[in-house]
């Protein structure tokens, strides 16, 4: 059974999350503090952990801070009020794995779980053209030069690793790393495409993640024949059953 750390100020969330994620099979403790959480996690450390920001003592940052310093895969789900787009981008860039705005539905928060725990029991290296990825270590490695990754930029690679030369819409990744449910700005897609794009670049090495103009980004090579995207208003997932797109849409 997969142990949860839940630490939150709210003693009803705590409660719901405890008495939730127990019916479900899952070991839960929980903390009324960002001091109290920190000393549980390094003591005992969990499988996941739930993280309110707003707290006394210890805000949930510097919780984060303080256990990526000791484990950089763990996976750490942000649950918070605060919904700004500066906010959510400042969590993530902070090291955590997944960010959940309150209010929020207890399914969602389960699913979204479930997920990052799937997801934290990585595979092999992903290799495409001169970049591979090491997902375990967080770090791809191009042409001899090594890239420190994010959690959601080693996520978000991954998922076109995994599917070269396919089209993936914002709203298919969005679904895809932050949850069918994610409540928050699509254009969280455009800046974690932009940040990977200027670390997988900074050595001068051409551009492998491409946007395809009304459709979406696809991971494709500079010699690689025409993408493929699917009919307007059909998913944007692998397994769509796609036509051929115009190259001059793609850059």
Request: charge should be negative; glycine fraction near 8%.
């Amino acid at each position: 059974m997969a142990h949860v750390l839940a630490i939150d100020d709210d003693a009803a969330v705590t409660h719901l999350l405890k008495r939730g994620l127990t019916q479900e099979g899952f070991v839960v403790d929980t903390a009324n503090s960002g001091l109290t959480g920190l000393h549980r996690a390094l003591d005992n450390p969990p499988d996941l952990i739930i993280l309110d920001i707003m707290m006394p003592d210890m805000d949930g940052l510097e919780v984060l801070a303080r256990v990526r310093a000791t484990d950089l895969h763990l996976p750490v789900l942000v649950l918070t009020a605060r919904d700004e787009l500066a906010d959510q981008v400042k969590g993530l860039e902070a090291g955590a794995t997944d960010y959940v705005i309150k209010p929020f539905e207890f399914s969602v928060l389960l699913a979204r779980v479930r997920a990052l725990l799937r997801q934290h029991d990585v595979g092999p290296c992903l290799c495409f053209d001169d970049l591979t990825l090491d997902r375990a270590g967080r770090q791809a490695l191009r042409r001899g030069r090594v890239i420190n990754l994010t959690p959601l930029e080693n996520q978000l690679l991954a998922q076109f690793l995994a599917h070269p030369r396919q089209v993936f819409s914002k709203e298919s990744l969005l679904a895809d790393l932050w949850g069918f449910n994610f409540v928050g700005h699509n254009n969280l897609v455009e800046v974690y495409v932009r940040q990977l794009r200027q670390k997988l670049e900074a050595g001068g090495e051409p551009r492998l993640i491409h946007t395809v103009f009304g459709s979406g980004y696809v991971l494709r090579s500079q010699g690689d024949a025409p993408v493929v995207t699917p009919p307007p208003g059909d998913s944007l997932s692998p397994a769509s059953g796609v036509p051929q797109a115009d190259l001059s849409l793609v850059w």
